[in-house]
């Protein structure tokens, strides 16, 4: 049996923390060495009882978990799990924290989000993120530079009709920053699944415009999907590619969670399989779990190109390996080098 992964929960708030040691209790691979209600009383107890995870509230008396991060990446790096409220400034919290070398962000326990699909998912999370190795990882992250990249004009009626999916999860924000980034502002339409809470998905949508060429926006239900526009699927909804006669458009929905997850990759992939075929271009980027493997063969199958980020890229090698190990990637790319790649093989 493997040794107990040993987790630490940093949160102001008590009832919080009771929760979260309740829920997380119940699991026979994960212990709670101890709690803290702030980072001073954390920074005692991570040297005393050498946590493999932290799970981290950002909004804190004291100091706040933003201010903790950054220390704490500098002097004691350590698989961090955010844990923030729904709000807008919890929202942006959360995204600049996933920047500084957190790996993972789960929402507060709310009445609308039940403890039992909140308990579920931070399980998977820390069993994902305790295997990271936190040094190694974050000078990768940071070596990626984007490098904004052009179709020739020549080629853009060929794109027209084109699209591009992908998936992410564990770590995507970061690698969905260096491909999106470098993405041209006459690149196919592009849709987007990553794992995320529901709020979160708006800031990041909101961040990743304010960075890329493209237009970058949260999906609507019934938002055209064209050239030079990428949709992010809302947190907590499937997103689906449809078409109406030439045109192509998302559709938003609930639906059961597929993979543990909603917005799930797969439901996209097989919708992109469906209504774009050999006009797609499926890329699986960084994630746990095997969300998007399935979905990556529908396309394969379907005449679409695919390509998976590579293994020392990746922050959490479980979605690319599992697409893999099926036969439903075409290409296995490092990160800095998925944009380029994607652009030569849809045109």
């Known amino acids: 049996m493997n040794k107990h992964i040993k987790v630490l929960i940093v949160d102001d708030s008590a009832i919080v923390r009771k929760i979260f040691t309740e829920e997380l209790s119940k699991e026979k691979d994960i212990e709670i060495v101890g709690t803290a209600p702030d980072p001073y009383i954390a920074r005692d107890k991570i040297i005393r009882l050498k946590p493999d995870v932290i799970t981290l509230d950002i909004e804190m008396p004291r100091m706040d978990g933003l201010t903790f991060l950054k220390k704490l990446m500098r002097y004691y790096p350590l698989p961090v799990i955010i844990v923030s409220s729904l709000s807008r400034t919890g929202s942006n919290l959360a995204l600049e924290a996933l920047c500084i070398g957190a790996l993972e962000v789960i ?35 940071l070596e990626v530079t984007s490098r904004k ?41 592009i849709l987007v699944v990553q794992h995320m809470p529901a709020k979160f998905t708006t800031s990041f949508a909101e961040r990743l415009d304010s960075l890329c060429s493209v237009t970058v926006k949260e999906a609507e239900d019934g938002d055209i999907v064209t050239n030079g526009k990428i949709l992010i699927a809302p947190g907590n909804y499937h997103m689906l590619l449809k078409r109406s006669g030439a045109r192509y458009y998302v559709q938003i929905k609930k639906g059961p969670l597929v993979n543990h997850q909603r917005p799930s990759a797969d439901v996209l992939f097989k919708s992109v399989a469906d209504y774009a075929g050999p006009n797609a271009l499926g890329i699986i980027l960084t994630g746990m779990g095997s969300d998007g493997a399935d979905g990556m063969l529908s396309l394969k199958q379907a005449g679409a190109r695919t390509i998976a980020q590579d293994k020392n890229s990746c922050v959490v090698f ?5 697409a893999i190990k099926i036969g439903a990637v075409e290409k296995v790319v490092s990160l800095q080098n998925i944009t380029e790649t994607a652009l030569k093989m849809i045109q």
């Open 149 to 189: 990249l052009a179709i020739p004009s020549h080629a853009l009626a060929a794109t027209t009709n084109k699209i591009i999916a992908i998936g992410a999860s564990t770590g995507g924000t970061e690698a969905l920053k260096s491909v999106l980034t470098a993405m041209p502002a006459n690149a196919p339409g």
């Open 107 to 141: 929402s507060k326990p709310t009445v609308s989000y039940s403890v039992g699909d909140l308990s579920v998912q931070l399980v998977d999370k820390i069993r994902a993120v305790s295997r990271v190795n936190v040094k190694a990882n974050r000078p990768k992250g």
């Open 318 to 322: 479980g979605m690319p390996k599992e």
